[in-house]
């Protein structure tokens, strides 16, 4: 039988490989759907590729690549049997356990026994070879498997702590004697007791002094008072004020050199006052980490139950439309998002309704590519195959699992991203608009579902001396709506628990309970339209800078409206944090009024005039460097660098966005960071020296090489513009970002009269397959563009500005670097609560306490 085995694999040899370092064995996760070992089928993984694939997929997977063996792992989960006392009776394992294998967590428990099973099989006559085979199998094929076996998983690198050492208890944790001295440590307003500083601040738990840090354990520095203090007491253990739940809390021991662990930390917190047990459960509930240190210690606990709906009893539901997605820790910023987008038709079409046509075009590797991801996520949801209700049986691998993992869409989305390839809880909103850019990009020869959100806004900036104005349109997806504090109904109420809040923090009492603020919706809308100044506003009548104001409208309305709530705001640590605030939030929604009107009668444009190129002061008499550093505002610069990003880097961004301020320079920074030019000092074009003859002629020196950055040319590509427009408008305007927009609209129509069939065929020889003239975009208000209408332009889908709310996503905690995310969808008439894989009718759905609304256009009819 021996020799029958060899001779049978020889011709599949060469085919055969063991994982090298590097290698990723897809051995928990198909390519093409949710199939995993514990489905009915198994999993197949190639002994080549090691891609992993279910059984309705394998078969394409032999007929593009010809690879014909298989590992097939199968995990046949079964209930214990029941001795006669009731206590579960241990069945003996069969087979190998898949080393490494992740553990369903449904399945997890001592109710169930794993059995698993491991078989080679050669395609097309599925002649199966159960595994181990040591004696029969030539020795490559042997060591292969054992390879494959014990690899460790694709996405170990990705899992919650898996870059962790793994930190030991102290040895002075239960011994640890705490002086009665009566000090109770107030929820904020720390500082160092020996150098006032306000940071980096430790708490020794033997007698409760508060001292700045001086070791780099958490990357930041200090003066070293904690660990003189320690010097001089012998007090052992410290504690990290920043964050002080039991399970992340930073604990460093200086007789030990080193962090520790302490089991008793809420023990020791709650002799100073600290009482985090129930932070503990606002932290690790559904897999989460809040690191937030919230006012005066004080848990979000209304918030977080209401979102939930906890204490209800709420329906499970289950079937297509309802499936779940698990939380990979941290990750339910990705499943909410994914949730509201596939419960819209235009993604549903795109990715499910073209589905066949997208696996059988997909490259060699599935898991690399992001229309078969889409489209594997959008059937996952749809399908209803990872949704069915729990079968009371003894075979529980007839049971599906709870949801589907995101693992292997996580890591192509995320992949090259500083944020959200992290396990750090992240923005939902900045997820969102990354996902946009993806589709964007990946949706060349396909539909593209963006269409749905795409719309024009209308930007009207009036010079506040000449009384000129200038229309301007831009493209946008997402209405950020501002949540004005003083407009609240109860504004006597949040008055006066300020001025007691600020009253308990100077006499160092506990702060009294928070106040809500409660804002109307119209007010948002009214704060919305009221005009802004912009700074630095060159005005083309004065020739000089001006004060001036924009207002924006809606040049066209989309079918979907995204609207985000301007809940966080920026503190000086640069961590984003919530304003609790709630807000009677419409089911129908008529912004038809916003809608923009153009140049008025009695409104004078200013002239089509861009700034003139502005020289370093010193070229005129060559005496200096010949190129001085442009105009960026460094004090922005440096905000941003004590975000912990290059200075150089934030340099570009300052400049590379206008100087619009710290929070669009952010927003670059974030689009950028994979750039391998990323850090490198900015480099602009050198300029003639403007000499006498120039000067006398009147003519205005001209830079020698005024080619526009490669940064700001993908920017505006990636909003849709051709690459040749966009080269031009950054020319015309010294490579201003925010004037080449304006240059690109109001040049439209002059550019196509002036092109010529020449001109037109340069510039198909020379464009991305995606861009096009923006026409399409700057239509008539009233026009419609469909989808399949001829245009490679961005296409704006105009019509009726009345919507009714169909999801919205909430957000639980007091910063979006931490907490959870839960959305509600409403499904058939009924609203429906998504909680990471737990999906349930919902009884009260919280719309006030929302984060992100999704609304869809209400037919003319």
């Not at 600290?274 to 897999?287: V, Y």
């Not at 100087?659 to 000092?681: R, T, V």
Request: with cysteine; proline share 7%.
């Amino acid at each position: 039988m021996a020799a029958d085995l060899g001779e049978l694999l020889v011709p599949y040899m060469p085919t055969i490989r063991v994982p090298r370092t590097g290698d990723r064995v897809f051995k928990s996760e198909c390519a093409f759907s949710y199939d995993s070992p514990e489905s009915e089928g198994g999993l197949y993984v190639c002994m080549n590729t090691f891609l992993g694939f279910g059984r309705e997929h394998v078969e394409r997977h032999y007929r593009k690549t010809g690879q014909s063996v298989y590992m097939h792992l199968k995990r046949h989960v079964k209930e214990k049997a029941t001795g006669a006392a009731g206590g579960a009776i241990s069945r003996r394992r069969n087979g190998k356990v898949f080393l490494d294998l992740e553990l369903n967590r449904d399945f997890n428990g001592d109710e169930y026994d794993c059995e698993d099973e491991a078989k080679l099989v050669i395609f097309p006559d599925h002649f199966e070879i159960p595994l181990p085979n040591i004696e029969e199998l030539p020795a490559l094929v042997t060591i292969a498997c054992d390879a494959v076996l014990n690899a460790a998983s694709a996405y170990k690198k990705q899992e919650p702590d898996s870059w962790d050492e793994e930190i030991q208890v102290s040895k002075h944790a239960r011994s640890l004697r705490q002086q009665d001295n009566g000090v109770r440590i107030p929820p904020s307003g720390w500082k160092c007791q020996k150098c006032e500083m306000k940071e980096n601040l430790w708490l020794n738990l033997s007698d409760g002094a508060v001292l700045c840090g001086k070791w780099f354990f958490d990357g930041s520095g200090g003066n070293g008072h904690a660990l003189d203090h320690f010097k001089d007491t012998n007090f052992p253990l410290a504690v990290k004020l920043d964050n002080l739940t039991p399970d992340i809390a930073d604990i460093y021991s200086f007789d030990e050199e080193e962090a520790v662990l302490d089991p008793q930390i809420s023990e020791h917190l709650q002799h100073f006052g600290i009482d985090i047990i129930p932070i503990q459960r606002n932290g690790t509930d559904n897999g989460h980490h809040n690191t937030d240190n919230t006012n005066g210690m004080r848990p979000r606990v209304s918030e977080w139950e209401v979102i939930q709906e906890s204490g209800m009893k709420l329906k499970a539901v289950y079937g297509s439309g309802f499936t779940g997605i698990k939380n990979l820790g941290n990750s339910c910023y990705l499943g909410t998002i994914m949730q509201v987008l596939f419960s819209i038709p235009e993604f549903q079409r795109a990715y499910v309704g073209n589905l066949q046509r997208i696996y059988d075009y997909s490259p060699l590797d599935p898991s690399t590519d992001f229309s078969t991801q889409m489209a594997k996520l959008g059937h996952g949801l749809l399908s209803g195959l990872y949704s069915k209700p729990p079968m009371k049986s003894e075979l529980i691998e007839q049971h599906q699992p709870k949801g589907i993992s995101l693992k292997m869409f996580k890591a192509l989305v995320s992949n090259g991203h500083p944020e959200f390839s992290s396990n750090r809880q992240q923005d939902a909103q900045k997820f969102f608009l990354h996902l946009i850019n993806l589709v964007e990009r990946n949706s060349v020869g396909l539909e593209n579902p963006n269409n749905a959100f795409r719309y024009l806004v209308e930007e009207r900036v009036q010079c506040c001396q000449t009384q000129k104005v200038r229309y301007t349109q831009k493209v946008d997806y997402l209405m950020q709506l501002p949540a004005p504090i003083e407009a609240a109904s109860n504004r006597e109420e949040l008055i006066a628990y300020e001025a007691k809040r600020n009253e308990a923090e100077e006499n160092m009492r506990a702060p009294p309970e928070p106040v809500r603020a409660r804002i109307p919706f119209t007010a948002c809308l009214q704060a919305f339209t009221e005009p802004e100044n912009v700074p630095d506003f060159w005005s083309s009548e004065l020739q000089a800078k001006s004060a001036g104001v924009k207002t924006s409208r809606f040049a066209s309305f989309p079918e979907y409206l995204v609207v985000q709530i301007k809940k966080f705001t920026f503190v000086v640590d640069w961590v984003p944090k919530k304003v609790d605030l709630s807000i009677d939030i419409p089911d129908f929604l008529d912004l038809s009024r916003l809608r923009g009107t153009g140049l008025q009668a009695g409104e004078q444009e200013l002239p089509d005039l861009t700034p003139p190129i502005v020289l370093p002061e010193d070229t005129r008499d060559n005496s200096m460097n010949s190129s001085d550093s442009p105009e960026i505002d460094e004090s922005a610069a440096m905000q941003l660098a004590e975000m912990g990003f290059p200075l150089e880097a934030c340099r570009k961004a300052i400049y590379y966005t206008g100087n619009m301020g710290p929070e669009m320079a952010f927003n670059w920074i974030i689009a950028h960071m994979e750039e391998p030019d990323f850090a490198e000092p900015l480099a602009l074009p050198t300029f003639m020296e403007p000499g006498p003859s120039v000067a006398g002629s009147g003519l205005a020196a001209t830079p020698l090489e005024n080619h526009p950055p490669e940064e700001s040319i993908a920017i505006l590509t990636s909003m849709g513009f051709p690459r040749r427009h966009s080269v031009q408008a950054l020319k015309a305007t010294n490579n201003n970002l925010e004037r080449a927009l304006d240059w690109i609209f109001t040049h439209t129509e002059r550019e196509e009269e002036e092109e010529t069939s020449d001109a037109l065929s340069d510039m198909a020889d020379t464009t991305e397959p995606n861009d096009s003239a923006f026409s399409n975009a700057n239509m008539h208000s009233d026009s419609t563009l469909s989808p399949d209408q001829d245009a490679s332009g961005p296409q704006i889908k105009d019509g009726p500005g009345r919507y009714e709310l169909f999801a919205f996503i909430s957000h639980i905690g007091a910063s979006t670097m931490s907490g959870h995310y839960v959305c509600h969808i409403k499904k058939e008439g009924r609203w429906v609560i998504f909680n990471d894989h737990k999906v349930c009718l919902s009884e009260r759905p919280p719309k006030d306490l929302g984060y992100i609304y999704f609304y869809r256009r209400l037919s003319s009819s």
